[in-house]
T-cell receptor, first 113, second 115 residues
Framework: GAGVSQSPSNKVTEKGKDVELRCDPISGHTALYWYRQSLGQGLEFLIYFQGNSAPDKSGLPSDRFSAERTGGSVSTLTIQRTQQEDSAVYLC???????????FGQGTRLTVV | QKEVEQDPGPLSVPEGAIVSLNCTYSNSAFQYFMWYRQYSRKGPELLMYTYSSGNKEDGRFTAQVDKSSKYISLFIRDSQPSDSATYLC???????????????FGQGTILTVHP
């Protein structure tokens, strides 16, 4: 596709349920990022995939959060046993590793009720 | 201390003003610098990308990098109400290891340009 695509655009879930958020990066981009943005806040780094290297998971806030990237393309961010404080916009971005401009998707707005 | 510091504002200016947005950083390994614009309820949009110290101009926007002072700026000339948004600086390093290419963001500055 022309840009980074995220789905769903909005997700409302009950506290305690698991959710999966999907990111389709720009074709050919080897780097993929997940960020979280709470209302009125900056971007909080979650996880970074770079080619076939081990991902940088240093930003994941708890072991309820996990992410994978299959075939070096699509990525899924999973949040288990969601809590109300998980409510935020989850943003995905991708970039070519040698050309480090990163392009963002429109985000998934997650609301935990 | 955060690696990247950015004044969150908010910043309010009249239409036509020159706007100056700034970030400072502490990691001398940062080599690539970006400015993003984010409208409400939208994803960040890349505005400017620079590598070396000096100025880069694109229309009404000028990005400035001073690596010796670890300071970057974004200038907006002839500001318009449509420039009202949150502006985020971001930077990355080409050092090795798992952080290679990883983006680090400032907190974002909220800008309002009023008619």
């Amino acid at each position: 596709g022309a840009g980074v695509s995220q789905s769903p655009s909005n997700k409302v879930t009950e506290k305690g349920k698991d959710v999966e958020l999907r990111c389709d990066p720009i074709s050919g981009h080897t780097a993929l990022y997940w960020y979280r943005q709470s209302l009125g806040q900056g971007l909080e780094f979650l996880i970074y995939f770079q080619g076939n290297s081990a991902p940088d998971k240093s930003g994941l806030p708890s072991d309820r959060f996990s992410a994978e990237r299959t075939g070096g393309s699509v990525s899924t961010l999973t949040i288990q046993r969601t809590q109300q404080e998980d409510s935020a916009v989850y943003l995905c971005a991708s970039s070519l590793i040698r050309d480090t401009e990163a392009f963002f998707g429109q985000g998934t707005r997650l609301t935990v009720v | 201390q955060k690696e990247v510091e950015q004044d969150p504002g908010p910043l309010s200016v009249p239409e036509g003003a020159i706007v100056s947005l700034n970030c400072t950083y502490s990691n001398s390994a940062f080599q690539y610098f970006m400015w993003y614009r984010q409208y409400s309820r939208k994803g960040p949009e890349l505005l400017m990308y620079t590598y070396s110290s000096g100025n880069k101009e694109d229309g009404r926007f000028t990005a400035q990098v001073d690596k010796s002072s670890k300071y970057i700026s974004l200038f907006i000339r002839d500001s318009q109400p449509s420039d009202s948004a949150t502006y985020l600086c971001a930077m990355t390093t080409n050092a090795g290891g798992t952080s290679y290419g990883k983006l680090t963001f400032g907190q974002g500055t909220i800008l309002t340009v009023h008619p």
